[in-house]
């Protein structure tokens, strides 16, 4: 992987892809951020995520998502550019970052455990972009493919999703 990303590969970590098993420090090499069982926690329930403003989230309302957050991986994001971030055991943990390797990308996202996630127009829109950031392309090349088939409710607590990627 290190030889592809030092070629201009890209490549994106969603949710157990950063599971770092036995080589933990050589996958945060890597993704900047690896779990290690027995060290690392985790959370299943509503996550409500701090969008930093940037490129990544230009025009995105930050999702509020029923899924599991990750905290106290191995390694560091000293070079990376944090993206989304929750709150757990009283501080910000971040939950969506990119970085660069040599000539390639690298985009994660914890969220992503539950199918449903993937669901949430706004949390896809973050992905997509992610993805499209790790194969070097337009962040916004095929955004309007975050709500084909997304099954979201109109009531108080989405309403205003929908209408955050027009």
Known sequence: MSRFLERGGGAAFIHWAVDGHTNVEALA?????????????????????KLVTGPFTAGVSAPSLLDESYWNLVGDLDRSLLIASVVEDGEPRPQMWALTKGKGRVFVSIPGHYSWTFDDPLFR????????????????RLSDLATIGARVAEDSATSGKAAALK
């Open 29 to 49: 090499q890597i993704t900047g951020l690896a779990w290690r069982s027995g060290f690392s926690k985790f959370r299943h329930g509503p996550l409500d995520l």
């Open 125 to 140: 829109l973050l992905l997509l972009r992610g993805i499209y950031w790790a194969g070097n392309q337009s962040l916004d």
